[in-house]
């Protein structure tokens, strides 16, 4: 077994036309995007299924358009995690699933529950949610995430229920979201939240340095140090695990140039 997890770096979406000329060639087709950007990342999250529901066959399309190790993280649709009791959250949830999701064959990486701002943390119906995940989609095993965003879940019972269903707690590294750095499953789920366009790799060279040292301790099962934790007493197991990081949001503009540059870091 490997004593170290891979480590995959990326950005969130594919189509954004501020990078046509800076991350894209200026003669490449918008057809074109997808294949291009990854095969210069490793990873992309999706954000339009969060939105609307796509279908079998646009899913087969984008897994097809990517090289052979390429990994998308998928969000869930926000009719899931936008329930007022999401213990009742099923229907939708199998909605979400039946769209297709699994015709991503071995493209598809995590898929990402986002949570209102608004949303807190009860712990009754929040197991009652987690109880509703499926362990597998059109046969393909599944990998969950919680992106919280409310202050209420830095709470050590949050992880314990985390860990409980062995689902992933997204680290934010964001200026109002809660930064919970607790490693809840088998894998490590990571949003670089506070870039700036003004910067070539919308983090600077030092933060971009911290970060790969932080992928590289959760890869090799470690807890890197100065991340602030829920449940600061615990230990999570150590084991080899798969890292997921990725720069959204602030910062869009040189988010390509970020992740490309964390890659190089962790793989030199």
């Known amino acids: 077994m490997s004593s170290s997890g891979t480590i995959r770096a990326g950005i969130g979406g594919w189509t954004f036309e501020p990078w046509e000329g800076t991350f894209y060639p200026s003669d490449l087709s918008k057809k074109r995007q997808l294949e291009y950007a990854s095969?210069?990342?490793?990873?992309?999250?999706?954000?339009?299924?969060?939105?609307?529901?796509?279908?079998?066959?646009?899913?087969?399309?984008?897994?097809?358009?990517?090289?052979?190790?390429?990994?998308?993280?998928?969000?869930?649709?926000?009719?899931?995690?936008?329930?007022?009791?999401?213990?009742?959250?099923?229907?939708?949830?199998?909605?979400?699933?039946?769209?297709?999701?699994?015709?991503?064959?071995?493209?598809?990486?995590?898929?990402?529950?986002?949570?209102?701002?608004?949303?807190?943390?009860?712990?009754?119906?929040?197991?009652?949610?987690?109880?509703?995940?499926?362990?597998?989609?059109?046969?393909?095993?599944?990998?969950?995430?919680?992106?919280?965003?409310?202050?209420?879940?830095?709470?050590?019972?949050?992880?314990?229920?985390a860990e409980k269903y062995k689902v992933a707690i997204c680290h934010a590294d964001h200026h109002a979201y809660p930064e919970i750095a607790d490693v809840t499953a088998d894998f490590v789920y990571s949003r670089l939240q506070k870039g700036e366009d003004e910067i070539p790799t919308a983090y600077p060279p030092e933060d971009i340095a911290a970060w790969s040292r932080h992928a590289k301790a959760w890869a090799a099962g470690e807890q890197p140090e100065n991340l602030p934790l829920a449940a600061p007493g615990r230990q999570a197991k150590k084991m080899p695990r798969d890292v997921f990081v990725y720069f959204i949001h602030e910062g869009k503009v040189r988010a390509p140039q970020a992740a490309m540059a964390l890659q190089e870091k962790v793989n030199g």
Request: net charge neutral; proline share 6%.
């Open 39 to 161: 095969r210069q990342l490793r990873t992309i999250e999706i954000n339009g299924t969060y939105y609307r529901g796509q279908t079998p066959e646009t899913f087969a399309k984008w897994a097809a358009d990517t090289p052979e190790g390429f990994v998308f993280a998928v969000k869930g649709n926000r009719f899931v995690t936008n329930k007022k009791v999401l213990a009742e959250a099923g229907e939708s949830m199998k909605r979400f699933f039946d769209t297709g999701v699994h015709e991503l064959g071995d493209r598809l990486g995590p898929i990402v529950w986002q949570f209102a701002p608004t949303k807190k943390f009860e712990p009754d119906d929040f197991e009652g949610f987690l109880k509703l995940l499926p362990d597998r989609s059109g046969g393909l095993a599944l990998r969950h995430v919680l992106e919280v965003r409310h202050a209420s879940f830095v709470d050590p019972d949050f992880v314990a229920l």
